[in-house]
């Protein structure tokens, strides 16, 4: 399951170019995600539904997203 959550948050950020940026906002998400599950596995869920559910309570970070990319395409853009 862990490689299920590191694919979902691969996907999410895999627009965004900014490296070190990207890599230690993914490794958060990621380990977030992963004891979130943990903690729904241990109190009595089935993998596929304490990942839905960490999924769920994680919210939507599609905001985050896309203010990343927004930050790191003005970044590379040349000056004029």
Do not use: H
Request: aromatic fraction near 8%; charged fraction near 40%; avoid cysteine.
């Amino acid at each position: 399951m862990a490689d299920r959550v590191k694919e979902y948050v691969d996907n999410l950020f895999s627009e965004i170019d900014d490296r070190s940026i990207l890599n230690e906002l993914k490794e958060e998400i990621r380990l977030n995600l992963q004891n979130r599950m943990d903690y729904f596995i241990e109190d009595g869920y089935e993998e596929e539904e304490a990942f839905n559910k960490s999924l769920s309570d994680l919210g939507d970070i599609g905001q985050l997203i896309e203010g990343l990319k927004r930050a790191t395409e003005e970044d590379s853009d040349p000056i004029t």
